[in-house]
Nanobody
Framework: QVQLGESGGGVVQAGDSLRLSCEVT????????MGWFRQAPGKEREFVAS????????HYADSVKGRFTISRDNVKNTVNLQLNNLKPEDTAVYYC????????????????????WGQGTQVTVSS
C-alpha cells in the first residue's frame, strides 16, 4: 500500500520560511517523479513544484519561482519543499503527490498525471 505523509506546516508571518517534508512508503521511491500542490479555501488545487525521479529536473509555478525549492532524498524516501519569503497568498493546504508510473515525468504541472496523494499539511501566513 502506497502512503505519503506530509509534515512541516504551521502558522508563520509574512517573510518567514518553512520546510515541508513528505515521506513515501510502499513504492520504489527513486523511480517516481514527485510533485507538490496546494489548495486554498474556495479554490481548486493548484500545482506548486515538481521533481523528476533523479532530482535533476524541476518545475515551478510562476507564483513561487525564486521563493520555493523542491528537493528529494532517494535514500530517506522523502521529497521536500523549502518555502522562503512567504506571503499571505501562500496560505493553503499543501499536498505531495507521486506520478502515475515509474520513470514517468510527463506534464508535471497537470494534476491528472499524479496517482498517489498525501493527506496534506496546512500552511498559514499572516500579514
Amino acid at each position: 500500500q502506497v502512503q505519503l505523509g506530509e509534515s512541516g506546516g504551521g502558522v508563520v508571518q509574512a517573510g518567514d520560511s518553512l520546510r515541508l517534508s513528505c515521506e513515501v512508503t510502499g513504492l520504489t521511491f527513486a523511480q517516481y517523479a514527485m510533485g507538490w500542490f496546494r489548495q486554498a479555501p474556495g479554490k481548486e488545487r493548484e500545482f506548486v513544484a515538481s521533481i523528476d525521479w533523479s532530482g535533476h529536473t524541476t518545475h515551478y509555478a510562476d507564483s513561487v519561482k525564486g521563493r520555493f525549492t523542491i528537493s528529494r532524498d532517494n535514500v530517506k524516501n522523502t521529497v521536500n519543499l523549502q518555502l522562503n519569503n512567504l506571503k499571505p497568498e501562500d496560505t493553503a493546504v499543501y499536498y505531495c503527490a507521486g506520478q502515475a508510473a515509474k520513470y514517468y515525468y510527463i506534464r508535471p504541472k497537470d494534476i491528472d498525471e499524479y496517482r498517489y496523494w498525501g493527506q496534506g499539511t496546512q500552511v498559514t501566513v499572516s500579514s
